[in-house]
């Protein structure tokens, strides 16, 4: 059965530097991959979603992923962070449903 | 405009007291899903349906039922709910199944607690 491991619990960032947070997947076959974004009080968004093709994948609000085979992961990333990415993460593979991480908290101090 | 509601909100009841908490999507979608959201475990899948009258469990269907009778509506029962299922409730819905992956649309969620 496919699983995701988000080794980071909580991550804290200051504003303007760079985020990764990181992703591993056990999936037999070809997975297919996303990240969510959770803000306070809201529903999931979807950042980002990878199927196959190009191994780094853009997303909404300035987020990228970059699938890595050999590792099993897929690590979400953004070059400059604001205080309005300040949410909850998570990382999901798909077979015939949804199995999601356990997530990540993003703290971004001023 | 496009989306995926849930009734009530927020809800306190008592243990033993059925309650449901309805799901609609407007975007004709053939797949809806339950989760729950607990601190520390991510999202967990309560049930599924790929379609009209037709609906699975997931990884966590004890306690709960579910009914699709109609495409646009995908109904979460507690018939005899316990503390134990307290927790944040999203529904989902997406296009259809067909062996293709889709992104899959949430609600806004509603936070049950069960005293």
């Known amino acids: 059965a496919q699983s995701v491991t988000q080794p980071d619990i909580h991550i804290t960032v200051s504003e303007g530097a760079s985020l990764e947070l990181r992703c591993n997947y056990s999936y037999g076959a070809t997975p297919y991959l996303f990240w969510y974004v959770q803000s306070p009080g809201q529903g999931l968004q979807l950042l980002l979603k990878?199927?196959?093709?190009?191994?780094l994948v853009q997303g909404i609000k300035g987020f990228e992923a970059e699938f890595k085979r050999s590792q099993s992961s897929f690590n979400l990333r953004k070059p400059s962070v604001h205080w309005s990415d300040a949410a909850e993460y998570f990382c999901a593979v798909e077979d015939y449903k949804l199995s999601f991480g356990a997530g990540t908290t993003v703290t971004v101090r001023a | 405009e496009a989306q995926v509601t849930q009734n009530p909100r927020y809800l306190i009841t008592v243990t033993g007291k059925k309650l449901t908490v309805t799901c609609s999507q407007n975007?004709?979608?053939?797949?809806m899903s339950w989760y729950r959201q607990d601190p520390g475990l991510g999202l967990r899948q309560i049930y599924y349906s790929m379609n009209v009258e037709v609906t699975d469990k997931g990884d966590v269907p004890e306690g709960y039922k579910v009914s699709r009778k109609e495409k646009r509506n995908f109904p979460l029962i507690l018939e005899s709910p316990s503390p134990n299922q307290t927790s944040l409730y999203f529904c989902?819905?997406?296009?259809?199944?067909?062996?293709?992956?889709?992104?899959?649309?949430f609600g806004p969620g509603t936070r049950l607690t069960v005293l």
């Open positions: 990878y199927f196959s093709g190009d191994t």
């Open positions: 975007m004709n979608h053939e797949y």
């Open positions: 989902a819905s997406s296009l259809n199944r067909g062996g293709v992956t889709d992104t899959q649309y």
